[in-house]
Nanobody, 124 residues
C-alpha cells in the first residue's frame, strides 16, 4: 500500500487549501482513510476520516464546519478541503489507511499505512 499526500503550502489566515492523498497497492473497500496532523512539539492528532465505500465520515471538533473529507473512487484519491484556515492549523498533514471497519476511526494506532506528510503553514 502506498499513500502519496500533496497539496500543502503557505496560506494566509482565512484562506483555503485542498490536500490530496493518492492511494495505491490494493482495493480499499471498507477501509477507513483519514487525515491526521502533527505540529512541532505536539502529538499527532486526528483531523477527519472517511470509509472508502459508503462514504461515512468523522471529524475532529477543530475541523467540523471548516474541513470536508471526500474521496474519488475513479482516481483512488482522498481529499481534504480546508476552509477558513487558522494559524493553529499549521502542521504536517498525513494521510493514513486502516483495515476494513464499519465506522471511520480517529485512533492513530488503528492505521497501518501512512503517507509521507505535507506541510501546511497558515500565517496570521
Amino acid at each position: 500500500v502506498q499513500l502519496q499526500a500533496s497539496g500543502g503550502g503557505l496560506v494566509q489566515a482565512g484562506g483555503s487549501l485542498r490536500l490530496s492523498c493518492a492511494a495505491s497497492g490494493r482495493t480499499f473497500t471498507r477501509y477507513s482513510l483519514a487525515w491526521f496532523r502533527q505540529a512541532p512539539g505536539k502529538e499527532r492528532e486526528f483531523v477527519a476520516a472517511i470509509i472508502w465505500s459508503g462514504g461515512s465520515t468523522s471529524y475532529a471538533d477543530s475541523a467540523k464546519g471548516r474541513f470536508i473529507i471526500s474521496r474519488d473512487g475513479a482516481k483512488n484519491t482522498v481529499y481534504l478541503q480546508m476552509n477558513s484556515l487558522k494559524p493553529e492549523d499549521t502542521a504536517v498533514y498525513y494521510c493514513a489507511a486502516a483495515p476494513p471497519m464499519t465506522v471511520p476511526s480517529s485512533m492513530v494506532y488503528e492505521y497501518d499505512y501512512w503517507g509521507q506528510g505535507t506541510q501546511v503553514t497558515v500565517s496570521s
